[in-house]
C-alpha cells in the first residue's frame, strides 16, 4: 500500500501519508481501526533504496 501511495505522490516527493486499516494485536479488538503512516524513501547506507514506515510524531 505505502509503494502505490508513493507512486500517487507529488513527482520528486520523498514523504507521503499512508492510510491503513490495523486490527490491534492485543486479540480483545477484531473491528479495524484506522492508522495513519508516513512513508520515506530515501538512500540507505550502500546507496540502495530504503523505504521507512513510521508513525506520525515519531
Known amino acids: 500500500m505505502a509503494r502505490f501511495a508513493l507512486r500517487r505522490a507529488e513527482h520528486g516527493a520523498q514523504e507521503c501519508v499512508v492510510k ?4 490491534p494485536r492485543c ?4 473491528t479495524p481501526r484506522p492508522a495513519v503512516l508516513i512513508a520515506r524513501v530515501g538512500p540507505g547506507d550502500g546507496g540502495e533504496v530504503v523505504l521507512t514506515l ?5
Open 20 to 23: 491503513v486499516a490495523r486490527v
Open 27 to 30: 486479540g480483545l479488538v477484531q
Open 54 to 58: 513510521r508513525l506520525r510524531g515519531e
